[in-house]
C-alpha cells in the first residue's frame, strides 16, 4: 500500500519510544507507518470537541464481536458513537488487550532493574498534559502492531510481531479526533523486537489536523 501524497495535512517520523499528538478533523485519514517492522504504537483516542468521550474497548469490542482491530473496525466511545474507521490494513490485525507498559508494570514482570526505563504511560501523561488530560484521563487503549494471542484457557501472551517494514493502517475519523500516541520503548518482551524503532505519521484530507 502506498499513502496517499496528495493533500498532506502532516507528514512526520515519530523517533522511537516518544510521544505524539495531534487533531484527526472529521473526514480526514491518518497512517499509521511501521518504518521497521514490529514496532508497537500505543494509542488513545478522544472526541476532541469533549475529551470525556473517549476509546472505549469493551464497547468497540463488543460493537464489532473481536477483540482484534482490521479493515471495517471502528473505535468507538464509551457512549458507542464513532471515532475512527480503520479503512485499509496491510498488517491483518491489532491488539485492544495488552494495554500500556508503566513502570510499575516493568517492575513487577520483570524486576526492580526496569523501574527506570521510559514507559507508554509516562508517555501518555508527558503527551496528554498539552491538551489538559490527566491521569484519570487514561483508558485501555489500542495496540498497533503488537501481537497478543489469546490461549484457549483466556491467558494472553506478548509474543513476536506479524508486523513488517512499511505495513500500514490508515483511520478515517468520523468526528474531530485528537489522538494521542506513545511509540512504545518497551525492550522487555517482544512486541517491539527489543528493539524501538521510528514510525511515521501522516494525516491526509481537507482542514487542518
Not at 41 to 51: I, P
Not at 119 to 141: H, I, M, P, Q, Y
Not at 156 to 171: F, K, N, R
Request: charge should be negative; glycine fraction near 10%.
Amino acid at each position: 500500500m502506498t499513502t496517499v501524497q496528495n493533500d498532506v495535512v502532516l507528514d512526520t517520523e515519530v523517533a522511537a519510544r516518544a510521544p505524539f499528538s495531534t487533531v484527526v478533523k472529521t473526514g480526514q485519514v491518518l497512517s499509521i507507518i511501521d518504518l521497521g517492522g514490529n514496532q508497537a504504537v500505543d494509542f488513545l483516542a478522544y472526541d476532541a470537541g469533549d475529551t470525556s468521550k473517549r476509546y472505549s474497548a469493551a464497547v468497540t469490542i463488543a460493537a464489532q464481536r473481536n477483540i482484534f482491530l482490521t479493515t471495517g473496525s471502528v473505535l468507538r466511545t464509551q457512549e458507542g458513537a464513532p471515532l475512527l474507521t480503520v479503512v485499509a490494513d496491510t498488517c491483518g490485525r491489532h491488539d485492544t488487550l495488552g494495554g500500556a507498559c508503566s513502570k510499575e508494570s516493568n517492575t513487577l514482570r520483570y524486576g526492580q532493574h526496569t523501574r527506570h526505563q521510559h514507559a507508554c504511560v509516562e508517555n501518555f501523561l508527558t503527551e496528554g498534559a498539552r491538551w489538559g488530560l490527566g491521569k484519570r484521563d487514561l483508558v485501555s487503549n489500542v495496540n498497533w502492531y503488537m501481537n497478543v494471542p489469546v490461549e484457549e484457557d483466556g491467558t494472553l501472551g506478548i509474543v513476536d510481531g506479524i508486523s513488517a517494514p512499511g505495513l500500514e493502517v490508515q483511520l478515517r475519523a468520523e468526528t474531530d479526533t485528537l489522538v494521542i500516541v506513545s511509540n512504545c520503548p518497551q525492550i522487555n518482551n517482544p512486541c517491539n523486537g527489543f528493539d524501538p524503532t521510528p514510525v511515521r505519521m501522516v494525516v491526509t484530507g481537507g482542514g487542518a489536523g
